[in-house]
């Protein structure tokens, strides 16, 4: 299994639907993780941190799964504006962070 | 406000010719970071530091040097840049917490080095 591993996508997704993604990652003992939003030839910004409870940001779900060992991001009532690419993060074995590949978004008018 | 500043943002160059690309940052962080960005590869890692004088090489080192005199600097040096090197670069940092966890990175707005 890859150490961070995401679904490139692109998702195409109608304006106001509510759309899911998943990243698995390989290190069991992982406790920081992290969603960052990428916008083309910008720099990923810090979306949210996931904690083992779960949290919840506005219209923005995140979770963490440790016995499948994969993390989630929830976007409800999408917004033309969510049009991104999504990143995910997790410390690998040498508790470096890795940074998934990202899944690109895209919210259709 | 809480920055993390590279400069240049933009850059071209020769194959051979030694460069610099500085990264500043104000927010007291102990990690720091330089990534490099290709298409389909995602963002990779050049060399980290988790402190001043210590520093370690990420997933991609070949070609690159760092150095960590001061917290706030990490300058991000190619000796003898090739053409493989032209990328987008992002220098981050991060406060690591007790226990060695991080709280999430801020990222420099990117550096776009084309070498010819």
């Known amino acids: 299994r890859k150490e961070v591993e995401q679904d490139p996508g692109p998702f195409n997704v109608p304006e106001g639907a509510t759309v899911a993604f998943n990243c698995t990652y390989s290190?069991?003992?992982?406790?920081?993780f992290f969603w960052y939003r990428q916008d083309c030839r910008k720099e990923p910004k810090l979306l949210m941190s996931?904690?083992?409870s779960g949290n919840e940001d506005g219209r923005f779900t995140a979770q963490l799964n440790r016995a499948s060992q994969y993390i989630s991001l929830l976007i409800r009532d999408s917004k033309l504006s969510d049009s991104a690419t999504y990143l995910c993060?997790?410390?690998?074995?040498?508790?470096?962070?890795?940074f998934g590949k990202g899944t690109r978004l895209h919210i259709l008018p | 406000e809480a920055q993390v500043t590279q400069n240049p943002r933009y850059l071209i160059t020769v194959t051979g010719k030694k460069l610099t690309v500085t990264c500043s940052q104000n927010?007291?962080?102990?990690?720091m970071s330089w990534y490099r960005q290709d298409p389909g590869l995602g963002l990779r890692q050049i060399y980290y530091?988790?402190?001043?004088?210590?520093?370690d090489k990420g997933d991609v080192p070949e070609g690159y040097k760092v150095s960590r005199k001061e917290k706030r600097n990490f300058p991000l040096i190619l000796e003898s840049p090739s053409p493989n090197q032209t990328s987008l670069y992002f220098c981050?940092?991060?406060?690591?917490?007790?226990?060695?966890?991080?709280?999430?990175?801020?990222f420099g707005s990117g550096t776009r080095l084309t070498v010819v």
């Open positions: 996931v904690y083992s």
């Open positions: 927010m007291n962080h102990e990690y």
């Open positions: 530091s988790m402190n001043v004088e210590v520093t």
């Open positions: 981050a940092s991060s406060f690591i917490g007790t226990g060695g966890f991080s709280y999430g990175y801020t």
């Open positions: 290190n069991s003992a992982s406790q920081s």
């Open positions: 993060v997790a410390p690998n074995r040498d508790d470096k962070i890795i």
